[in-house]
């Protein structure tokens, strides 16, 4: 069983920064794919961002070249660096864990076997 436990939520300020945080829990966490989604009001969760056990990267064509996900094996955590943020990122954030195995390149939810609670993101304008 993997857990997920999500910090780091806020109201930053258009243009400016905040990571969110993942703290796991599990024996198998190294070898799992981690991905963060968000899902603002009346809309499909979506994905963000992954990383995978090796330390390949993919991102959402709407955050490239502003959001960077890391992942510390050694502290079982996984962050979402946000940075030049605008008031169309907010929505909840939430962290989620893929098992060997599953498709999670199609980057859809359902290939992610456990999830955070989410946390709030509001970017103020």
Known sequence: QVQLVESGGGLPQAGGSL????AASGRAFT?????????????????VAAITWGGGCYYADSVKGRFTISRDNAKNT?????????????????????RP??????????SFDYWG??????VSS
């Not at 070898?31 to 994905?47: I, L």
Request: proline share 5%.
């Open 19 to 22: 990571t969110v945080s993942c």
């Open 31 to 47: 070898s799992y794919v981690m991905a963060w989604f968000r899902q603002a009001p009346g809309k499909e969760r979506e994905f």
């Open 78 to 98: 996984v962050s979402l660096q946000m940075a030049n943020l605008k008031p169309e990122d907010t929505a909840v954030y939430y962290c989620a864990a893929g």
């Open 101 to 110: 195995g599953s498709m999670w390149y199609n980057q859809q939810p359902a």
């Open 117 to 122: 609670q989410g946390t709030q993101v509001t």
